[in-house]
């Protein structure tokens, strides 16, 4: 399982085994107009970054209304 993450924003999203990867942040794009490249990673980058995790909702990417 990879992780698609924003380093601008801190989104990160899962990607499925057929998904394509994404070069640059929905978003940012989307809320900023900003092309920001994302990477990849085995885990979420919010896991790494805060060890103690909260019990959060799954973060999927919000589809703009
Ligand atoms: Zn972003």
Same mark, same amino acid.
């Given at each position: 399982? #990879? ?15 057929? +998904? =394509?990867? &994404? ?6 794009? +989307?809320?900023?107009?900003? $092309? #920001?490249?994302?990477?990849? #990673? +085995? !885990?979420? +980058?919010? =896991?790494?970054?805060? &060890? $103690? !995790?909260?019990?959060?909702? !799954? !973060? $999927?990417?919000?589809? &703009?209304?």
């Amino acid at each position: 399982m #990879s992780y698609v993450n924003c380093p601008r924003c801190r989104l990160t999203v899962r990607l499925r085994d057929d +998904a =394509l990867t &994404p070069e640059y942040c929905p978003r940012c794009a +989307a809320k900023h107009g900003v $092309q #920001s490249k994302v990477y990849l #990673s +085995a !885990t979420p +980058a919010r =896991l790494f970054a805060r &060890p $103690q !995790t909260t019990a959060e909702p !799954t !973060t $999927q990417p919000a589809a &703009p209304a």
